[in-house]
């Protein structure tokens, strides 16, 4: 994995065991030895975890009316928000396929810092420099800041523990101030647990990393990889990129239109999309709970009465409800707490059609 890009914590994860993969052509960690992947997730959804998230991208767009370039860009809708906010939105191509999901951080009228997926960092900023008039700026920033997310119930206690800004209301970011070192505290993340999403400059993350982990010891707390990542995103019905969102399946395939401006006059994609919304054909993102003894995959085949009628997109073995789960896309005709077939290599498993979340989580995230 030497071509492959390194988080500012690698050596961290390299003196902890940690099991290593290629996520977005970033080397990062899948799981730690003495957890797994169920104790990790166990420990977000009772106590508290962190996570490594650095391969995630950073870029700044900055200059006069830098909030309303973005605006005419992304889905949602910025004017919504104040300075101070941050807002999950979708970058689409013009026939309303989606390049990626991001979170943008209003910080003024005249800046918007972008946290988007880390393979498709480069791709969205050289359509934002294509389309920015004169006088705007557009940076990507993705070495120069990492990304670290405290989730769990017990997130508060950690980061009160090292003086970090704590209690804004989710969707809400602090600039703060931590040992001399700058970091921005926002109230998100990808689990559904309350937590928050810290974005230290890249040659400060393993010091903060550090004093997380010490600071989480009194709540049991453990370092996370991206596998417990992903059976809590799937938990919560959260898309993925690449699997439940891509440039073939719509924000209204997904069933994150709330995720759309549909009265702004511009945005990428928004014609297409408005077609789509007022006469939607296509398959439609649905959960499905197994209830016989299977685990979905992605691109598992779904049946009813011996035809096919969607696919799986995400599939996963829930930790909390210890059965497996799954997002698929679906034909519109396929109504919930129908009983359909998941083909898991070849055999049959029984599901019901839901809509997520799949849990509860004890401490809601907004």
Not at 11 to 18: K, T
Not at 200 to 225: K, S, Y
Request: aromatic letters at 6%.
């Amino acid at each position: 994995m030497a071509d492959l890009a390194h988080s500012p914590l690698h050596d961290r994860h390299v003196a902890l065991g940690a099991k290593l993969a290629d996520f977005g052509g970033w080397e990062m960690p899948i799981e730690y030895p003495g957890g797994g992947v169920v104790a990790e997730h166990t420990a977000v959804r009772e106590r508290v975890g962190i996570f490594d998230v650095s391969h995630l991208g950073k870029a700044t767009v900055a200059g006069p009316g830098a909030a309303d370039f973005v605006n005419a860009c992304f889905t949602n809708d910025l004017g919504k928000i104040g300075p101070g906010q941050a807002q999950y939105t979708m970058c689409c191509d013009e026939s309303g396929g989606v390049v990626d999901d991001l979170i943008q951080y209003l910080r003024a009228d005249d800046e918007v810092f972008l946290i988007p997926n880390a393979a498709n960092t480069a791709q969205v900023c050289r359509r934002l420099v294509a389309a920015a008039p004169a006088g705007i700026e557009v940076v990507n920033r993705h070495r120069e800041y990492a990304v670290i997310a405290v989730q769990g119930p017990r997130s508060d206690e950690v980061l009160d523990a090292l003086g970090l800004p704590t209690g804004h209301d989710y969707m809400q970011f602090r600039e703060a101030d931590w040992q001399g070192r700058q970091v921005i505290v926002c109230r998100t993340g990808y689990t559904g647990e309350r937590g928050y999403e810290l974005v230290p400059r890249w040659e400060d993350a393993t010091a903060l990393w550090d004093a997380l982990v010490e600071a989480m010891r009194p709540w049991d707390g453990m370092p996370c990889g991206l596998g417990a990542r992903d059976t809590l995103r799937t938990e919560m019905g959260y898309p993925l990129h690449g699997q439940d969102l891509s440039l073939d399946i719509t924000p209204v395939m997904a069933r994150s239109g709330w995720a759309v401006g549909w009265s702004k006059p511009a945005f990428w994609g928004r014609e297409a999309l408005l077609a789509e919304k007022a006469a939607p054909t296509t398959r439609i993102s649905r959960g499905l709970v197994v209830t016989g003894r299977g685990i979905p995959r992605a691109h598992c085949p779904v049946t009813l009465e011996g035809e096919v009628v969607g696919e799986v997109t995400s599939g996963t073995f829930s930790p909390t409800r210890k059965q497996g789960i799954a997002l698929a896309l679906l034909d519109r005709s396929v109504a919930l707490d129908t009983e359909v077939l998941i083909d898991v290599r070849g055999r049959g498993v029984a599901a019901t059609v839901v809509n997520p979340p799949f849990v509860q989580v004890q401490t809601r995230q907004d």
